[in-house]
């Protein structure tokens, strides 16, 4: 939405952590057409993670820095941004 001019933004996971994308209030984030396979995947992981601590993939590690990138299939991505990432190395 807004040809990306949004950058991160925050608290848009919310309609599809919880299954809600229907409900009014989101379309001028989310679209009138959301992808609802994102929300199946996302609430599920959040519900597993809820349950018994477990989303689905393994715990984040300063190794090999396993990310879940969600989207229409979801996958584990080792190290994304890495590049954006080194450019803060030392920093902080």
Known sequence: M???KLGACHALEIPF????LG??????????NPPQE????MHAAWAAFASDGD???PRY?????ATMRFDTI???VEDP???????WEGLR
């Open 17 to 20: 952590v919880f299954d809600t």
């Open 23 to 32: 409900k009014e209030g989101y379309e001028a984030l989310i679209g009138t």
């Open 61 to 65: 590690d300063l190794e090999q820095r």
């Open 74 to 76: 979801p996958q584990l």
């Open 38 to 41: 994102i929300a199946d995947a």
């Open 2 to 4: 807004f040809d990306g």
């Open 55 to 57: 989303p689905g993939w």
């Open 81 to 87: 941004r890495s590049e954006e990432r080194l450019l």
